[in-house]
């Protein structure tokens, strides 16, 4: 009875042991905008346009009152009646439209754009009415979401949350308080971290997020702690099994 107490004593001692090592994960901020309180009724945040770069597909058409300028410019489909393919940017900013030859549209908003094409199309048709939209208007979320990946973006307008919504937003070992954004233009590559625990994300000008953005949620501590000590458990469980076997021994012999 001695020997059976002893041995009870000693997996005691063990499991709380493990209990112990276990428990030690750093306690995490998983709330979004935490610090709101009263300070949002009191801002407006304004959504920055994208503004067309080299190697943007635009989608382009252009209706006015005469059949065949519709025929002329009508950029949206072919003979065959499938989508047109879009028109591409080259790297100095131009695209070539029909009847305009080339047309600069490097840095301008699509509001901008169709302006400038409006204005230009008017010296040769009457009261031409433009629709002007990015067709590869993607960004990307890579890290410590549910679904990674790259998506397209419809309306050429996205959040930061949104787009995490889209990854079906963060693990829990996401880090909150350091989201990166990794923005690329005119061959110049700008990081920001974001803290999206705080309101103050919301006036962020990489709140709203530009085409080919980059959206990486790194792990925070608590993650590689956990798979150490995974790791670490392993010689711990496999020396607790083999003194458990030896105590047992030990006992049956008795």
């Known amino acids: 009875m001695q020997n059976i107490s002893f041995y009870s004593r000693f997996s005691l001692q063990a499991f709380i042991l493990l209990c112990l090592l276990t428990s030690c994960a750093p306690k995490r901020n998983l709330v979004y905008l935490g610090d709101t309180g009263e300070k949002l009724s009191s801002r407006n945040y304004i959504a920055l346009e994208p503004r067309i770069l080299p190697n943007d597909l635009l989608s382009i058409s252009v209706s006015t009152l ?13 003979n065959n009646g499938q989508l047109h393919p879009g028109y591409r940017v080259d790297g100095n900013g131009f695209i070539n439209f029909p009847g305009l030859k080339q047309m600069k549209l490097r840095d301008l908003t699509l509001s901008e754009a169709k302006l ?6 008017a010296d040769l048709t009457k009261d031409p009415n433009v629709s002007i939209s990015f067709m590869n208007f993607r960004i990307t ?21 949104e787009a995490l919504g889209l990854a079906g937003d963060m693990t829990a070992y996401g880090r909150r308080d350091n989201v990166k954004v990794i923005r690329q233009r005119d061959g110049v590559r700008e990081i920001r971290n974001l803290n ?24 925070d501590k608590s993650k590689e702690q956990s798979i150490n000590q995974n790791n670490k458990y392993i010689p711990i469980i496999s020396a607790s099994l083999s003194v ?10 008795r």
Do not use: C, H, W
């Open 244 to 253: 458990l076997a030896v105590l047992v021994s030990v006992l049956i012999r």
């Open 66 to 78: 005469s059949a065949e300028s519709n025929t002329l410019f009508n950029g949206n489909t072919q």
């Open 141 to 161: 979320v890579i890290g410590e979401v549910s679904r990674p990946g790259t998506f397209t973006i419809a309306n050429n307008e996205v959040t930061l949350l």
């Open 196 to 219: 999206i625990n705080s309101v103050e994300v919301l006036n962020s000008d990489f709140y709203y997020l530009m085409q080919n953005d980059i959206v990486y949620v790194e792990p």
């Open 116 to 121: 400038k094409l409006t204005k230009a199309l």
